[in-house]
């Protein structure tokens, strides 16, 4: 009996202390050397007994949310204390360079390769004084987990292929989207908007990636000017596209996607479209991470603020904690636009009841 109370007593302090360690509700968070940690819209590499989070380095005033840096990089073994490892992907001065200082690039997310041995960063990126327009999927690699990363590309994927959900009555591309009497809205869901850039490559927004069981890895995108996901198959050094992908929840404009793999189910959260504003979460279930996925509504639990909010936040990641079953934390990012430096992170416990991912805010 004695035992079992210390096995329990032991479980709660180890509970106890992933909490303290891990969850943050968006206020200020220092690293090793006291400064504030900018890495937003971040994604977490594991590897070896250390946590790598790569992030949006963000600026001060209203250009504040443009690539004047690069992507930052802090590493930490125990999620709570993280060292700034520097910028590991470098903006350039070089107006020729799509990667020009005062480009976007937003959501960078880092995953490993054991054939290449290499580490492949995706990211949205955005081109210098073209706004979201050009909406393509940046990549850059690194031999080491702290870069530094080579830029590599920059392109909008699938071009030339269907996605594979996709009715054959469709599969024709479409130069003119002015067919009179269809809303906007209505391209956006019936597919009109795949046909139209079926040639020059699919637009690819908000993004993460997923690396399955199989090591088979998987870019996430808001494409279809946010209308549609797409999920697409990338190729086996994680260097490119293989053209399989599939739509996501047709003209349901979701964004922010993350993913996490749960009990042989993989369970994506996304949010709405309200640009830095915040809404309500969006949680969906699938058996194949291709889908297709059934919504499960909204999986905050908290005040009604907090649920039309998300906790006042946007979600980025969704991180499997190491060595601790089943311990999931839902990261997000409490975006402050008119001074983009100060925006904070939201990293709370995700948790399952009756099969559906709960969110919650830590006590
Ligand atoms: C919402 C996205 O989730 C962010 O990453 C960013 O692209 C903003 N929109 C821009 O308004």
């Given at each position: 009996?004695?035992?079992?109370l ?27 050397n006291?400064?504030?940690i ?5 994604g977490?590499l ?17 250009d504040?949310n ?16 993280w ?22 690039i937003?959501?960078?997310k ?9 580490y ?24 080491k ?62 993004m ?12 996430i ?14 190729s ?9 992908y ?5 003209g349901e ?36 991470i ?35 079953r ?14 983009p ?23």
């Amino acid at each position: 009996m004695k035992k079992v109370l210390m096995i329990f007593t032991l479980f709660f302090l180890c509970l106890a202390g992933v909490k303290a360690q891990v969850f943050n509700s968006g206020t200020a968070w220092l690293d090793t050397n006291g400064q504030p940690i900018n890495a937003h819209g971040g994604g977490i590499l594991y590897q070896k007994g250390t946590y790598y989070w790569y992030g949006e380095f963000k600026g001060s005033g209203k250009d504040g949310n443009k690539a004047k840096h690069g992507v930052s990089c802090y590493s930490s073994k125990d999620l709570k204390n993280w060292k700034n490892e520097g910028l590991v992907l470098k903006v350039v001065n070089d107006t020729s360079s799509k990667l020009q200082i005062g480009c976007v690039i937003e959501r960078p997310k880092v995953i490993y390769n054991h054939s290449t041995r290499k580490y492949a960063m995706w990211f949205h990126h955005e081109l210098k004084d073209q706004a979201y327009k050009a909406a393509l999927t940046g990549l850059a690699i690194a031999d080491k987990p702290t870069g530094p990363f080579t830029y590599v590309k920059s392109l909008r994927p699938n071009n030339n292929y269907w996605p594979v959900n996709y009715p054959d009555s469709l599969k024709k591309p479409l130069a003119n989207l002015d067919t009179p009497g269809e809303s906007y809205k209505y391209r956006k869901s019936n597919g009109d908007l795949v046909r139209r850039d079926f040639e020059g490559g699919q637009m690819a927004r908000d993004m993460t990636l997923y690396v399955d069981d199989d090591r088979t890895a998987y870019h996430i995108a808001a494409s279809e000017e946010n209308g549609t996901l797409h999920i697409s198959k990338l190729s086996p050094d994680y260097q490119s596209f293989t053209g399989e992908y599939y739509r996501v929840r047709p003209g349901e404009s979701n964004e922010a996607p993350a993913i996490v793999k749960h009990q042989n189910k993989y369970y994506l959260i996304t949010s709405g479209t309200t640009g830095w504003d915040p809404n309500p979460a969006r949680a969906f279930v699938a058996d194949k991470i291709t889908g297709p996925y059934k919504s499960l509504g909204n999986p905050a639990v908290g005040t009604n603020e907090e649920k039309a909010t998300t906790f006042q936040a946007q979600g980025t990641y969704i991180l499997p904690v190491q060595g601790k079953r089943e311990t999931y934390v839902f990261m997000a990012d409490r975006w402050k636009p008119k001074n983009p430096i100060d925006g904070t992170y939201v990293w709370l416990p995700l948790t399952f009841e009756n099969s559906k991912p709960v969110i919650k805010m830590f006590e």
